[in-house]
């Protein structure tokens, strides 16, 4: 039986073997590895395609997030405003930090932060708030940045799995204070290892990311601020500079995959994922919602289909976040979109014949248990 994976890396590989290689080879010969030309080439492209004014390149999304907010200064004591239905690295770095997350329902259709219920929770405490454009959909950002500007409070966009997303005509990542990006082999546009960047508009928030990333010294020996070593290897840089210039037609790829999805799955019991009128998702995962959703689990891989989860677990109920964790407050709908949600295979390589197979399993499940 033919098996679909969640994503083809090699397939995506071997349509740009020569590019990839000779971009591989020529920092091997220049065996430029930390902070190299590479890092910077690719540092400029990623500020030409997002429109941003600066991007630093650094080790993971998750050294990105945390980088962001080092530089805010946040510590013991502080409270940042964030989605409990993310992925773990969001309120890990709050945590690391001393800080404690305080988490904000999402929204049913989106599954990103509520806009309408952040005001609640903001506290003298309150320093950043992060939203997160989970699955390739932006969050609503405009009620967001026009609270934080009213409380006085910074913005820091989660973009991991958003890059190439727009909201209002503005690339996701450039609406708040800093945006944080992943470049996880899987993410839309993946390196070959961890690798990660901060993109901002402003030149002193910049200069203090670059400075906390690279031990909290611009001089050599010389620390001026406490730091962490989070530096964007060459190798990764010139992957990645190869690989953005083929984003756009991945995104458009995988937007042709997510309507032949809708297009099949029209008139089954189960919710598709939501589009914003003033947004373009990115489609980093297709996810869909159902009461049945681990049996359909269960039936898809038995059809050779695979699928994931995300994610299972709201964080509020994660047991290492428990100290921090308000008695008593719940997050309904969170817990209800990680008891229902499951992704489909996604990527932009996808063949029709594999797209089919997907749709005709779903198309049997739901015909089946009705
Ligand atoms: C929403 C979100 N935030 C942060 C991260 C952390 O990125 P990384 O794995 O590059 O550390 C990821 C992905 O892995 C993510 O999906």
């Not at 080439?41 to 600066?54: D, I, K, M, P, V």
């Not at 320093?127 to 967001?144: C, E, R, S, T």
């Not at 990645?240 to 458009?252: Q, R």
């Not at 992704?343 to 594999?354: A, G, N």
Request: with cysteine.
């Amino acid at each position: 039986m033919q098996r679909i994976p969640m994503v083809n890396l090699q397939r995506q590989y071997l349509s740009l073997k020569e590019e990839i290689d000779e971009a591989i080879q020529s920092v091997l010969y220049s065996s430029d590895f930390i902070m190299g030309e590479a890092v910077s080439e690719f540092e400029s492209h990623l500020c030409q395609y997002l429109g941003a004014r600066f991007a630093v390149g650094c080790a993971s999304g998750t050294d990105a997030l945390q980088i962001a907010l080092m530089a805010f200064g946040v510590g013991p004591g502080d409270e940042v405003i964030t989605s409990p239905f993310t992925f773990v690295a969001t309120a890990e770095t709050i945590a690391l930090l001393g800080a404690r997350p305080v988490y904000v329902d999402i929204d049913l259709r989106s599954y990103n932060i509520d806009p309408n219920l952040i005001a609640n929770r903001i506290t003298s405490r309150t320093k950043v708030i992060i939203p997160v454009h989970l699955f390739g959909q932006p969050a609503d950002m405009a009620p967001i940045l026009s609270l934080a500007r009213e409380k006085g409070l910074r913005v820091i966009e989660d973009m991991a799995q958003a890059i190439g997303a727009r909201y209002e005509d503005r690339a996701v990542g450039t609406l708040g204070d800093i945006g944080a990006l992943s470049f996880y082999p899987s993410k839309n546009l993946g390196a070959y290892g961890d690798a990660g960047a901060i993109v901002c508009n402003s030149p002193e928030l910049a200069e203090r990311c670059r400075l906390i990333s690279l031990h909290g010294s611009k001089e050599r020996y010389r620390h001026e601020v406490v730091g962490v070593n989070s530096r964007l290897d060459s190798l990764q840089a010139a992957i990645l500079d190869v690989k953005l210039k083929h984003l756009e037609d991945w995104i458009l790829a995988r937007s042709q995959v997510a309507g032949r999805y809708d297009e099949a799955l029209r008139g089954l019991d189960l919710v598709v994922p939501y589009r914003a009128p003033n947004s373009r998702h990115v489609y980093h995962q297709y996810s869909i919602r159902t009461s049945r959703r681990d049996v359909l689990s269960d039936f898809l891989v038995d059809r050779g289909v695979a699928n994931a989860i995300y994610y299972p677990i709201p964080l509020h109920l994660q047991p290492a976040y428990q100290p921090l964790a308000e008695s008593g407050t719940r997050f309904p709908v969170a817990e209800k979109v990680s008891k229902e949600i499951i992704s489909l295979p996604m990527f932009p390589e996808l063949e029709d014949k594999e797209i089919e197979t997907i749709t005709s399993a779903l198309v049997e499940f739901f015909r089946q248990s009705n």
